[in-house]
């Protein structure tokens, strides 16, 4: 991902795939096993990126030794979050962060602007250990956060380094219901910041080891990239 903290210019979330303002908490995640219905974030987002970004961007996106003129950091967590909780989710960084020791994380909105949704998730989601998703009311208005949460369950399924990399957070602040949750997500047991037991569950999760195993894993697979784009 290679960003850092920066200035956050937010891209809105909903911007090609609108707003829904009910959420089908029915809905059950495909069935991984079922090789029809599996999503692969990163397949469909080079897709994406290939299909509409210049052929010229695409050759300057790496210089002469194929990696990227900015130094790429595997990131501790990734926060997705509604397009109005952008304040929240920057206080849940810094609580894991500075209370927590928790770092380096970012927030979707501090994603690099004008590129492609799906790139961007694909990036976030890839490029760090832990997808957290901010559960507030706003959560589940918008169609784009429903894709998110839906599609990162899936990527943790068909990846088995990234099993339990989802971690639903439901914040002090405007939190949803639990019954209002999508099935989907009662299914993982959810990071409550009004628990008392809400410290030693974020030491539970966040362990340097899983971080680690995760890390060596996207080195090796960024190489190997690395290594076709120049054969």
Known sequence: MGIGKSKIDPCPLSLSL????????NQRPPESDSKSSEISLRDVAEQSRTAEAPAEEQAGAAGADGVSAEEEEFLKFVI???????????????????????????????????RQHLQNLDDAVNGSAWTILLLTENFLRDTWCKFQFYTSLMNSVNRQHKYNSVIPLRPLNNPLPRERTPFALRTINA?????????????????????????????ETRNMVQRQFLA
């Open 18 to 25: 609108g707003k829904s303002h009910s959420a089908d908490t």
């Open 80 to 114: 997705l979050h509604a397009e109005d909780d952008i304040d929240e989710a920057l206080r849940i960084q810094e609580l894991l962060q500075n209370d927590f020791g928790v770092k380096p994380g970012i927030i979707f909105a501090e994603m690099p602007c004008g």
């Open 191 to 219: 990071l409550e910041e009004e628990s008392r037991g809400f410290p030693t569950q974020v030491e539970r999760i966040f362990q340097e080891s899983v971080y680690k195993t995760q890390q060596t894993i996207w080195r």
